[in-house]
Nanobody, 125 residues
Framework: VQLQASGGGQVETGGSLTLSCAASGRSLRGYAVAWFRQAPGMERSFVAAIHRTGNGIDYADSVKGRFTISKDNTRNAVYLRMNRLRPEDTAVYYC???????????????????WGLGTLVTVSS
């Protein structure tokens, strides 16, 4: 499956953005999809993930209550709604997909075999 992330941009603190991850080549019905991010000078870290069934969802503690991940199988896409953005949310955001990711492993980067190019989110203070 090929992934294309989009929707990044520059917003002020407290603002909102919605990132999209569009898939091609395969249906996302059989895939768990996750968002990871990499801030300048930092390692890539987990943000949110949704199990292939849509029933298991996991968030990093730093985004719980502010970010929402959703999956639209009819559009073959996954979205990340980001509210109440903070300067520390500034990063390049990547989406990733994996066909055999179990719920307990949703936050693990090594569980995902397909990665899209990132989209930059900049939050100004």
């Amino acid at each position: 499956v090929q992934l294309q992330a989009s929707g990044g941009g520059q917003v002020e603190t407290g603002g909102s953005l919605t990132l999209s991850c569009a898939a091609s080549g395969r249906s996302l019905r059989g895939y768990a999809v996750a968002w990871f991010r990499q801030a300048p000078g930092m390692e890539r870290s987990f943000v949110a993930a949704i199990h292939r069934t849509g029933n298991g969802i996991d968030y990093a503690d730093s985004v719980k209550g502010r970010f929402t991940i959703s999956k639209d199988n009819t559009r073959n896409a996954v979205y990340l709604r980001m509210n109440r953005l903070r300067p520390e949310d500034t990063a390049v955001y990547y989406c990733a997909a994996g066909p055999s990711v179990i719920r307990s492993n949703l936050a693990s980067q090594s569980a995902y075999g397909s990665w899209g190019l990132g989209t930059l989110v900049t939050v100004s203070s």
